[in-house]
């Protein structure tokens, strides 16, 4: 099963910059969208690859945040909320059930300049979508994709050292993602490539894309004992549209 994640940055956007052409090239089984701001009406004129289904979660808010799934494998079911009201309201989570595992498709919050939104991230959010993942679980195992907004280690930013106390990359962060690994789910890309340089997204400014000054923020992460099914996680840079570009993960 090939599956894919990408954070768009504004679908009606990246439409207008070719992401239509890359949904119906990378033939994927699934692909899951992060940060769409967007609702269905919005998008109602576009024409959809072939045997593919669209499922919304669009925020509240107009234009903010809102995640999609796109599948021509149906779902079982597709459940959008954790069951926690104070998380449900900004289309960050969506779940679609297959007969082996959970898609889990999230946008995870941004702890914003200033890191006003920290606290909110890690003692509110963090917590409450690991336990909903364990959740899960009990029932099967757990895939899970999206822009998680962390870089993990400095392996996964081109200047940690400048950006100890950054959103993304402050110690409460990585340790959250730390102990949610630790919970039995394995980081999928770096269980096929340990080294520096792979990044997801780019700073807009300074032509960092071009000089591949970035960040890995975007992850396929899965339940452990899912470990022997994993046949390859890669990036892919050369897909523009939006300052993140896709990674994708394939399941024998």
Same mark, same amino acid.
């Given at each position: 099963?090939?599956?894919? /994640?990408?954070?768009? !940055?504004?679908?009606?956007? %990246? ?17 899951? @969208?992060?940060?769409?701001? %967007? ?5 109602? +004129? ?6 593919? #289904? ?11 945040? *809102?995640? &999609?799934?796109?599948? $021509?494998?149906?779902?079982? $079911?597709?459940? !959008?909320?954790?069951?926690?009201? %104070? ?15 959970? @898609? ?8 914003? $300049? ?13 917590? &409450?979508?690991? &336990?909903?993942?364990?959740? @899960? ?14 870089? +993990?280690?400095?392996?996964? =930013? ?9 959103? *993304?990359?402050?110690? #409460? ?7 949610? =690994? ?12 340990? *080294? ?12 960092? $894309? %071009? ?17 022997? &099914? =994993?046949?390859?996680?890669?990036? /892919?840079?050369?897909?523009? *549209? /939006? ?6 993960? #394939?399941?024998?």
């Amino acid at each position: 099963m090939k599956l894919v /994640s990408w954070n768009v !940055n504004g679908l009606r956007a %990246a439409l207008k910059k070719g992401a239509m052409d890359y949904f119906a090239a990378v033939k994927a089984d699934v692909i899951c @969208l992060q940060e769409t701001k %967007a609702h269905p009406g919005d998008v109602q +004129h576009v024409v959809w690859p072939k045997g593919y #289904e669209v499922f919304w979660n669009s925020a509240d808010k107009k234009g903010y945040s *809102g995640t &999609a799934i796109i599948t $021509r494998v149906k779902p079982l $079911r597709v459940n !959008n909320h954790i069951s926690v009201a %104070a998380h449900d309201t900004e289309g960050r989570v969506m779940t679609a059930e297959f007969a082996e595992f959970y @898609l889990v498709n999230v946008y995870q919050p941004n702890s914003q $300049r200033g890191l006003t939104r920290l606290d909110y991230r890690t003692q509110a959010w963090d917590p &409450a979508f690991l &336990a909903f993942l364990k959740q @899960l679980e009990k029932k099967k195992p757990v895939v899970f994709c999206g822009d998680l907004n962390v870089a +993990h280690t400095e392996l996964d =930013l081109t200047n940690p050292k400048t950006n100890r106390r950054n959103a *993304g990359f402050t110690d #409460e962060e990585r340790n959250n993602f730390s102990a949610l =690994l630790a919970q039995g789910f394995v980081d999928t890309f770096r269980e096929f490539e340990k *080294g520096p340089g792979h990044y997801t997204w780019w700073s807009q400014m300074m032509n960092c $894309r %071009a000089r591949n000054i970035g960040w890995r923020v975007d992850y396929f992460v899965a339940s452990a004992v899912l470990r022997p &099914a =994993l046949k390859r996680a890669w990036i /892919s840079p050369e897909v523009m *549209g /939006s300052d993140h570009c896709p990674v994708g993960l #394939e399941l024998k």
